[in-house]
C-alpha cells in the first residue's frame, strides 16, 4: 500500500501541505458561546473587546509598526480590523495586557471576505512567532472557514509549513478537507491543481504523524470520484484498488457508493456491480453524521471519526 504514497511524494507534492461545513460544535472552550455571527456585523463578545485606553489614539505601535484602528483596509470589517491592531498592540515588549486567547477563533468563525482571512493569516504568523498557543480547534476552524469561503490557499500554505505555523490537525479534519477540494474541483476551471491539492493533504497524514486510515482513503477517493476528470478517475481506481488488494481494505461506504455511481455513468455495468458486492461483503456502514465537538482544552473529541 505504498505506491500512493511514493507517487505523491515523489511528484513533489507532499511537503512542497469537508465538506462545506457551515459550522462547528463545541463544547464550553472552544469560543463558541462567546461568539455571535452576523453577514454584515462581526459583534466582538464583551469579554474580547479591547479597552478603550487601547485605540483611543487613533495610530498606535504594533509589532508591525504603526497601524490606525479606525481605517480598516479595502474589504475588511471594521470589527475585525479592530481586533486585529488591538491584537498586534498587545504583542509588543512593552505591553502589559497580553492577547485574548480566543481572538483566532473569533476571526476564523467570523471571516467573510478572502481579505479578512488573509488578515487571520498574518495574526497567525505573529501569534505563532511570539509563541502563544494553537489547538486542534484553532486548525478545524481554519478548515471551515477556508472551505465555507472557497479559499483553500491559506490553510494549504499552514498545512505544508509546518513548523512555521505550527498548527495541529487531526485525521478528521484533513479527511474533510480533502473532500472540500474535490467538491471545489467538479466546481472550477482549476480541477488539475485542485486534484493534486487532494494528493498533497493524503500524504500530510504521514508529515504529521497521522496514520493513514479508511476515512483517509475514503475521502482521497470521494474527493477524485467528485472532480471526475479523467486523470481524478484514473487517480481514484489506482488509490481504491491498492487498499482493496489488502486482507483489510481501509475504504468507506461512501467510497464505494462514489465508484460505484462514476462506473454507472461510465457504462461500467461490471465496475459497478463489483463495487456494489464489495460495500455488501465488507459491512461497511454509513459514516458518522456527528459534528466535530471539542474537550475543555479545545482538543477534538467526537466519537465516530476513529
Same mark, same amino acid.
Given at each position: 500500500?505504498? &505506491?500512493i504514497r511514493a507517487q505523491v511524494w515523489t511528484r513533489g507534492l507532499a511537503v512542497a501541505a469537508l465538506r462545506n461545513s457551515r459550522a462547528v460544535t463545541r463544547n464550553t472552550t472552544a469560543a463558541a458561546k462567546f461568539v455571535r455571527f452576523n453577514s454584515t456585523e462581526a459583534v466582538i463578545p464583551k469579554s474580547m473587546q479591547p479597552r478603550s485606553e487601547e /485605540? %483611543?489614539?487613533g495610530v498606535t505601535k504594533t509589532v508591525l509598526g504603526d497601524l490606525d484602528a479606525s &481605517? $480598516? $483596509?479595502a474589504n475588511i470589517r471594521p470589527e475585525l480590523w479592530t481586533m486585529y491592531v488591538a491584537t498586534l498592540r498587545r504583542l509588543v515588549p512593552e505591553s502589559t495586557w497580553p492577547p485574548k486567547r480566543r481572538v483566532l477563533h473569533w476571526m476564523l468563525l467570523n471571516a467573510e471576505t478572502r481579505e479578512e482571512l488573509d488578515l487571520t493569516l498574518t495574526l497567525t504568523e505573529q501569534w505563532r512567532m511570539h509563541m502563544l498557543p494553537i489547538t486542534q480547534a484553532t486548525t478545524h476552524l481554519w478548515s471551515q472557514a477556508c472551505a465555507r469561503l472557497k479559499y483553500p490557499e491559506p490553510f494549504m500554505r499552514m498545512l505544508l509549513d509546518r513548523w512555521k505555523y505550527r498548527q495541529l490537525p487531526v485525521a478528521q479534519t484533513l479527511a474533510m478537507f480533502m473532500r472540500f /477540494? +474535490?467538491?471545489m +474541483? !467538479?466546481?472550477s476551471d482549476a480541477a488539475d491543481e485542485l486534484l493534486d491539492d487532494v494528493f498533497k493533504?493524503? %500524504? /500530510?497524514?504521514e508529515y504529521y504523524d497521522i496514520p493513514h486510515n479508511a476515512q483517509a482513503y475514503g475521502a482521497l477517493v470521494e474527493a477524485c470520484c467528485e472532480i471526475n476528470t479523467e486523470e481524478a478517475w484514473r487517480r481514484a481506481l489506482v488509490a481504491s484498488e491498492e487498499t482493496l488488494a489488502e486482507d483489510t481494505p481501509m475504504i468507506t461506504l461512501e467510497a464505494l457508493n462514489a465508484l460505484e455511481r462514476r462506473s454507472v455513468e461510465r457504462n461500467e455495468s461490471e465496475m459497478a456491480a463489483r463495487y456494489r458486492d /464489495? !460495500?455488501?461483503r465488507l459491512d461497511l456502514k454509513p459514516a458518522s453524521k456527528k459534528e466535530v465537538q471539542f #474537550? #475543555? #482544552?479545545s482538543t477534538i473529541s467526537s466519537p465516530g471519526f476513529d
Open positions: 500500500m505504498h &505506491s /485605540l %483611543a489614539q &481605517s $480598516p $483596509p /477540494l +474535490g467538491t +474541483g !467538479a466546481e493533504v493524503f %500524504a /500530510l497524514y /464489495l !460495500a455488501k #474537550d #475543555d #482544552d
